[in-house]
């Protein structure tokens, strides 16, 4: 059976066949072996996702820090409650548009709300993306280019942080992207640069990043050569009217807190300036250099005006990545469409392999191979250890038997489903507290003071010192310091390579009750 690496490129795209079975005929077996085993390396990076993605998936612990918000996220539309009222203890909308929360609620009145939906839609999308960088690349680059592209994305898994499979919406903002990006590389009439342009919207409506993504696209459909700005014009017209209407009815249903919970926080944040120069220095390029090494090849070789929306593409891929970096306490999800736009470079590369000697297919092929070692990561290390998935278990128990409500500040899912009350998440707790807008954090400020002074919560319970933003530096007035339960004790150190995946060690006992009620 012949690899589909043999020739790179399909015979209609690539010159007469018979050509390229006689040059794929006249490789040395030993440069045969390299690129059946870049080909390999592809396969195995997508299986290893599949099963650690699989194995992940019903896990009853938090995967990832800020997961428990988003189930509550969901849980909140469930309810025919707002995602965006004004902040407060009880809530605090995370900086995003509602797509992926919408998407996983419609999962969740399948499977029933928890982890398990919003990871689904997530895995789907993922699989979505590494489905969608092979269509791509496959019908310029053959076979072999479409697997390299899918399989260098799987293995971006841990290099992006672990985020492809987690209650998170970057997953499906990056198969959104990569879908717009499809439809407008194959469109050649005004509705199907439309419909990208929709595609882009609803990437944009999942995560706001998506709409840097967009920009070098809608350029290059106005200035490429031979352009009819009717084709460009269509595009921006789809990607900007569906987010101009659904902000206006978000902002008008929130009482105007929409804008601010997703842009007004965030731009308060401000830019993190280690980044300006370590996004490329210290994420990228002690990775990514392979990739840049084949992407300079796609770039090079004589197709830059047949492929322009798909360069522009990886451009705004990259630019998204590298904006969304300077947002200070950035993490490494955001990285993810900077390995796609690797990918996607990397795999119409490979379509050089068939138009050159072997010298040139062996050096390909180990830039491939060198790509995927650097990318390796162990699937063992993924999965949660059973400490973790004990120390879960063993909070909600605790929570269940202490009385009134309770607020576990990192982990409000966990109190949601032991019925003791529902609470905003710490991390967007902080977001709300660093950030300069003065409004929104004068509203949440007051509303924690009030719940800490009334005593609202029976047990206050934080992971670590950064969990208090917003409490009032004299807590102590209203709540006294307890030893922890057992099995919940200090250290609460990480137990995946994600971020900030732990459990409450710090725990406080209102004053008004006359017993410590923690076990």
Known sequence: MRLPLATGLRPDRAGPAGGLEARAR???????LLVAA????????????????????????????????MVEQVGRVLHGRSLYPAPSIDNVAYPYPPLYIWVSALVARVTGLGYLPLRLVSIGASLASIGLLYTIVEGEAGRLGGLVAAGLFAAAFRFTGGFY??????????????????????????????????????????????????????????????????????????????VAAVGAWLQAASSGWFATDTLGVLVGHGVDPTWW??????DLMPTLLPEALLGAVAVAWRRRERWGVLFAAAAGMVASSYVSRLHSASSENVLIPVAAAGALVSGLAVG???RRGWPAQAGLALLCLAQFGLLAYS??????PASQVVAARRLEAVVRELPGDVLVVSHPWEVTVTGKGTHAHAGAIADVVRSRDARTKRALLASISRAVAAERFSVLAFDNDQDYAGFPADLARWYRPVPPPAGLGPPAARSLQTPFVGHPTQWWVARRLATNPVP
Do not use: N, Y
């Not at 006249?26 to 045969?32: A, D, F, L, M, S």
């Open 379 to 384: 699937p063992a290390a993924q999965l949660p």
């Open 26 to 32: 006249r490789r040395p077996p030993g440069v045969t």
């Open 277 to 282: 120069v370590g996004f490329w220095t210290s």
């Open 352 to 354: 050089w392999l068939a």
């Open 165 to 242: 499979d987690v209650a998170r919406v970057d997953a499906l903002f990056m198969a959104l992207v990569l879908a717009s990006v499809l439809v407008a590389f194959r469109a050649r009439r005004g509705r199907l640069f439309a419909a990208a342009g929709v595609l882009l919207a609803l990437a944009t409506l999942a995560k706001e990043s998506a709409f840097i993504a967009g920009i070098p696209v809608a350029v290059w459909l106005l200035v490429r050569p031979g352009a009819r700005p009717r084709d460009g014009l269509a595009f921006m017209a789809g990607a900007v009217l569906p």
């Open 38 to 69: 870049a080909a390999a390396g592809a396969g195995l990076a997508i299986v290893v996702f599949v099963v650690v993605a699989a194995r992940r998936a019903g896990s009853p612990s938090q995967l990832e820090w800020l997961e428990g918000g």
